[in-house]
Protein backbone atom coordinates (compact mmCIF):
# COMPACT_ATOMS: atom_id res chain seq x y z
CA UNK A 1 0.00 0.00 0.00
CA UNK A 2 1.57 3.11 -1.05
CA UNK A 3 2.68 5.88 1.78
CA UNK A 4 0.45 8.66 2.07
CA UNK A 5 1.84 12.23 0.35
CA UNK A 6 3.83 14.74 2.72
CA UNK A 7 0.53 16.47 3.78
CA UNK A 8 2.34 20.12 3.90
CA UNK A 9 3.41 19.71 0.30
CA UNK A 10 -0.51 18.79 -0.27
CA UNK A 11 -1.26 21.91 1.03
CA UNK A 12 0.54 24.04 -0.65
CA UNK A 13 -0.12 22.36 -4.08
CA UNK A 14 -4.12 22.76 -3.07
CA UNK A 15 -3.31 26.23 -2.02
CA UNK A 16 -1.65 26.49 -6.07
CA UNK A 17 -4.57 25.18 -7.68
CA UNK A 18 -7.15 27.65 -5.96
CA UNK A 19 -4.96 30.49 -6.52
CA UNK A 20 -5.13 29.63 -10.24
CA UNK A 21 -8.74 29.54 -9.74
CA UNK A 22 -8.94 32.76 -8.31
CA UNK A 23 -6.50 34.43 -10.70
CA UNK A 24 -8.95 33.04 -13.57
CA UNK A 25 -12.24 33.83 -11.84
CA UNK A 26 -10.59 37.47 -11.21
CA UNK A 27 -9.31 37.80 -15.12
CA UNK A 28 -12.54 36.92 -16.01
CA UNK A 29 -14.61 39.13 -14.10
CA UNK A 30 -12.94 42.16 -15.03
CA UNK A 31 -12.99 41.21 -19.09
CA UNK A 32 -16.41 40.67 -19.42
CA UNK A 33 -18.60 38.07 -21.16
CA UNK A 34 -17.82 39.12 -24.83
CA UNK A 35 -20.21 37.45 -27.45
CA UNK A 36 -20.43 34.07 -25.53
CA UNK A 37 -22.56 35.80 -23.06
CA UNK A 38 -23.86 31.87 -21.87
CA UNK A 39 -20.68 30.54 -21.78
CA UNK A 40 -18.87 33.03 -19.96
CA UNK A 41 -21.57 32.76 -16.85
CA UNK A 42 -21.04 29.29 -17.07
CA UNK A 43 -16.97 29.07 -16.42
CA UNK A 44 -17.60 31.93 -13.62
CA UNK A 45 -20.51 29.46 -11.99
CA UNK A 46 -17.95 26.41 -12.22
CA UNK A 47 -15.43 28.41 -10.60
CA UNK A 48 -17.13 29.56 -7.76
CA UNK A 49 -18.59 26.21 -7.25
CA UNK A 50 -15.18 24.65 -7.09
CA UNK A 51 -14.30 27.12 -4.59
CA UNK A 52 -17.30 26.61 -2.34
CA UNK A 53 -17.06 22.65 -2.64
CA UNK A 54 -13.61 22.18 -2.17
CA UNK A 55 -11.58 24.62 -0.42
CA UNK A 56 -14.26 25.39 1.75
CA UNK A 57 -15.89 22.33 2.04
CA UNK A 58 -12.90 19.44 2.49
CA UNK A 59 -9.69 21.90 2.53
CA UNK A 60 -10.63 24.21 5.78
CA UNK A 61 -11.80 21.90 8.08
CA UNK A 62 -9.15 19.46 7.60
CA UNK A 63 -6.81 22.60 8.45
CA UNK A 64 -9.11 23.49 10.95
CA UNK A 65 -9.99 20.51 12.96
CA UNK A 66 -6.48 18.73 12.35
CA UNK A 67 -3.53 21.08 11.81
CA UNK A 68 -4.23 24.51 13.68
CA UNK A 69 -4.59 22.64 17.10
CA UNK A 70 -1.29 20.67 16.58
CA UNK A 71 0.07 24.34 15.95
CA UNK A 72 -0.99 25.88 18.46
CA UNK A 73 0.07 22.85 21.25
CA UNK A 74 3.72 22.73 20.10
CA UNK A 75 3.71 27.06 19.26
CA UNK A 76 1.27 28.82 21.22
CA UNK A 77 3.04 32.24 20.14
CA UNK A 78 1.35 31.51 16.87
CA UNK A 79 -2.64 31.70 18.37
CA UNK A 80 -3.07 35.53 17.06
CA UNK A 81 -1.81 34.08 13.98
CA UNK A 82 -4.78 31.04 14.06
CA UNK A 83 -7.30 33.02 15.11
CA UNK A 84 -7.01 35.06 12.25
CA UNK A 85 -7.06 31.70 9.90
CA UNK A 86 -9.72 30.38 11.51
CA UNK A 87 -12.00 33.58 11.42
CA UNK A 88 -10.84 33.58 8.17
CA UNK A 89 -12.46 30.08 7.88
CA UNK A 90 -15.89 31.03 8.96
CA UNK A 91 -15.80 33.92 6.93
CA UNK A 92 -15.39 32.07 3.81
CA UNK A 93 -17.85 30.02 2.81
CA UNK A 94 -20.72 33.15 3.17
CA UNK A 95 -18.45 35.02 0.78
CA UNK A 96 -18.08 32.82 -1.55
CA UNK A 97 -21.96 32.25 -1.52
CA UNK A 98 -22.14 36.61 -2.08
CA UNK A 99 -20.13 35.82 -4.99
CA UNK A 100 -22.50 33.61 -6.37
CA UNK A 101 -25.41 35.37 -5.58
CA UNK A 102 -23.51 38.62 -7.23
CA UNK A 103 -22.85 36.80 -10.15
CA UNK A 104 -26.24 35.72 -10.82
CA UNK A 105 -28.38 39.38 -9.88
CA UNK A 106 -25.43 40.46 -13.00
CA UNK A 107 -26.64 37.29 -15.48
CA UNK A 108 -29.87 38.25 -14.65
CA UNK A 109 -30.50 41.86 -14.10
CA UNK A 110 -28.15 43.18 -16.24
CA UNK A 111 -25.03 45.70 -16.62
CA UNK A 112 -26.21 47.61 -13.32
CA UNK A 113 -24.90 44.74 -11.12
CA UNK A 114 -21.44 43.98 -13.33
CA UNK A 115 -19.62 46.29 -10.95
CA UNK A 116 -20.95 44.76 -7.75
CA UNK A 117 -19.79 41.60 -8.48
CA UNK A 118 -16.38 42.67 -10.17
CA UNK A 119 -15.43 44.57 -6.74
CA UNK A 120 -16.54 41.64 -3.87
CA UNK A 121 -14.54 39.26 -6.73
CA UNK A 122 -11.39 41.45 -6.01
CA UNK A 123 -11.83 41.89 -2.12
CA UNK A 124 -12.27 37.90 -2.33
CA UNK A 125 -9.55 37.23 -4.23
CA UNK A 126 -7.10 39.60 -2.59
CA UNK A 127 -8.36 37.73 1.06
CA UNK A 128 -7.91 33.97 -0.42
CA UNK A 129 -4.30 34.44 -1.69
CA UNK A 130 -3.32 37.07 1.80
CA UNK A 131 -4.68 33.58 3.64
CA UNK A 132 -3.34 31.31 1.70
CA UNK A 133 -0.02 33.18 1.98
CA UNK A 134 0.09 33.54 5.79
CA UNK A 135 -0.93 30.05 6.07
CA UNK A 136 2.19 29.20 4.49
CA UNK A 137 4.21 31.40 5.72
CA UNK A 138 4.05 31.57 8.91
CA UNK A 139 2.33 28.22 10.11
CA UNK A 140 3.71 25.70 7.78
CA UNK A 141 6.99 25.87 8.42
CA UNK A 142 6.91 25.52 12.16
CA UNK A 143 4.87 22.40 11.71
CA UNK A 144 7.23 21.12 9.02
CA UNK A 145 10.35 21.93 12.00
CA UNK A 146 8.36 20.65 15.25
CA UNK A 147 5.65 18.20 14.79
CA UNK A 148 6.59 14.77 15.69
CA UNK A 149 6.57 11.83 13.31
CA UNK A 150 3.67 10.40 14.60
CA UNK A 151 1.55 13.68 14.41
CA UNK A 152 2.93 14.25 10.91
CA UNK A 153 1.74 10.56 9.91
CA UNK A 154 -1.90 11.32 10.55
CA UNK A 155 -1.71 14.63 8.93
CA UNK A 156 -0.20 12.78 5.65
CA UNK A 157 -3.08 10.62 5.90
CA UNK A 158 -5.62 12.92 6.70
CA UNK A 159 -4.65 15.71 3.25
CA UNK A 160 -4.03 12.60 1.17
CA UNK A 161 -8.06 11.97 1.40
CA UNK A 162 -10.64 13.84 -1.43
CA UNK A 163 -7.43 15.00 -2.97
CA UNK A 164 -8.17 18.36 -5.03
CA UNK A 165 -8.05 17.76 -9.09
CA UNK A 166 -6.64 20.95 -9.80
CA UNK A 167 -3.58 20.37 -7.02
CA UNK A 168 -2.16 17.14 -9.32
CA UNK A 169 -1.57 20.08 -12.19
CA UNK A 170 0.97 21.40 -9.14
CA UNK A 171 2.72 17.69 -8.22
CA UNK A 172 0.12 16.53 -6.49
CA UNK A 173 -1.12 12.77 -6.72
CA UNK A 174 -3.80 11.29 -8.45
CA UNK A 175 -7.26 13.54 -8.39
CA UNK A 176 -10.21 12.30 -7.09
CA UNK A 177 -12.06 10.76 -9.54
CA UNK A 178 -15.38 12.70 -7.86
CA UNK A 179 -14.14 16.32 -8.96
CA UNK A 180 -12.12 15.23 -12.13
CA UNK A 181 -15.69 16.07 -14.17
CA UNK A 182 -15.44 19.74 -12.74
CA UNK A 183 -12.13 19.90 -13.22
CA UNK A 184 -12.23 19.34 -17.01
CA UNK A 185 -15.13 21.74 -17.33
CA UNK A 186 -13.20 24.53 -15.94
CA UNK A 187 -10.07 23.91 -18.29
CA UNK A 188 -12.52 23.34 -21.47
CA UNK A 189 -13.91 27.47 -20.44
CA UNK A 190 -10.88 29.36 -18.87
CA UNK A 191 -7.22 29.21 -19.09
CA UNK A 192 -6.03 28.80 -15.62
CA UNK A 193 -2.87 31.50 -15.05
CA UNK A 194 0.42 29.82 -14.32
CA UNK A 195 -2.11 25.99 -14.91
CA UNK A 196 -2.17 25.93 -11.35
CA UNK A 197 1.84 25.26 -10.82
CA UNK A 198 2.24 28.34 -9.04
CA UNK A 199 2.02 28.92 -5.27
CA UNK A 200 -0.15 31.37 -3.49
CA UNK A 201 2.83 33.75 -2.78
Same mark, same amino acid.
Do not use: C
Given at each position: ????? $?????? +??? =?? !???????????? *? #?? !???????????? /?? *???? &???? @????? =???????? /? @????????????????????? =??? !? #????????? /???????????? +?????????? &?? +?? &??? =????? #??????? *??? #???????????? %? @????????? $????? !? %????? &????? %??????????? *???????
Amino acid at each position: MPHPA $NAFQTI +RNE =HA !GVAAVLRALLLQ *A #EQ !GPGEDAQRYYDA /LR *AMLF &YIDE @FPEQR =HHPKESDL /L @FPRIARIAPQLMPVIRRLESD =HVQ !G #ESRVRELQH /LLLAWELLGESR +REAFVSATRD &YV +RF &YLD =HMRAE #EVQLLPV *AER #ELPPQERAELDA %A @FSENRDPLA $NGAGG !G %APDPV &YERLF %ARIQAMVTLPG *AAAQSAG
